[in-house]
T-cell receptor, first 111, second 117 residues
């Protein structure tokens, strides 16, 4: 059974800092990995999708990497801003197209 | 439509009543998913529809839960005889049909917050 773990569970940083969120998964037989953002009381917004054959994806200040063999992904946020404050969720796509989610990292960026 | 639309956005119901939650996926997306997010917990898979194939119902927590997808588009999740532990945010997502190493991600709706009192 696929299990996804995100570390840390919560993170508080001052504005402008670069930061890394970690995601690990137990079964390397994945199709893809996706990072989402969730704001309080809202749905999920897709940030980046990495296919199993890829090593990283970039969008603006965000960079996500994937090391399938070691079962790890990182989300790098450069020059963090207060508007980046949210919960960040990592999800792996496995057989049957099901997504298995981690429990998220709650990020607070302080002005 | 431009995104995944869910209704209602909020629902308060009395214990024992039935509720129906609706999801309208992105036009042309053949795959549709329901997830549940309980307070302080991660997202839990409920059910998956892909085209005309039989749905994957393996995540439904009990036989009080059922879902259907009419005409390969709109989906309804029904919870019968609601219990307080059913209180959660129910999220729907859709995606284009995918195969291994395809480039199709998942788009989520804003969810329905269900409160059973």
């Amino acid at each position: 059974k696929q299990e996804v773990t995100q570390i840390p569970a919560a993170l508080s940083v001052p504005e402008g800092e670069n930061l890394v969120l970690n995601c690990s998964f137990t079964d390397s037989a994945i199709y893809n990995l996706q990072w989402f953002r969730q704001d309080p009381g809202k749905g999920l917004t897709s940030l980046l999708l990495i296919q199993s054959s890829q090593r990283e994806q970039t969008s603006g200040r965000l960079n996500a990497s994937l090391d399938k063999s070691s079962g790890r992904s990182t989300l790098y946020i450069a020059a963090s801003q207060p508007g980046d404050s949210a919960t960040y969720l990592c999800a792996v796509g496995t057989s049957g197209s099901r997504l298995t989610f981690g429990e998220g990292t709650q990020l607070t960026v302080n002005p | 439509g431009a995104g995944v639309s869910q209704s209602p956005s909020n629902k308060v119901t009395e214990k024992g009543k039935d509720v129906e939650l609706r999801c309208d996926p992105i036009s042309g997306h053949t795959a549709l998913y329901w997830y549940r997010q309980s307070l302080g917990q991660g997202l839990e898979f409920l059910i998956y529809f892909q085209g005309n194939s039989a749905p994957d119902k393996s995540g439904l927590p009990s036989d009080r839960f059922s879902a259907e997808r009419t005409g390969g588009s709109v989906s309804t999740l029904t919870i019968q005889r609601t219990q307080q532990e059913d209180s959660a945010v129910y999220l729907c997502a859709s995606s284009l049909f995918r195969s291994a190493d395809s480039n199709y991600g998942y788009t989520f709706g804003s969810g329905t917050r269900l409160t059973v009192v």
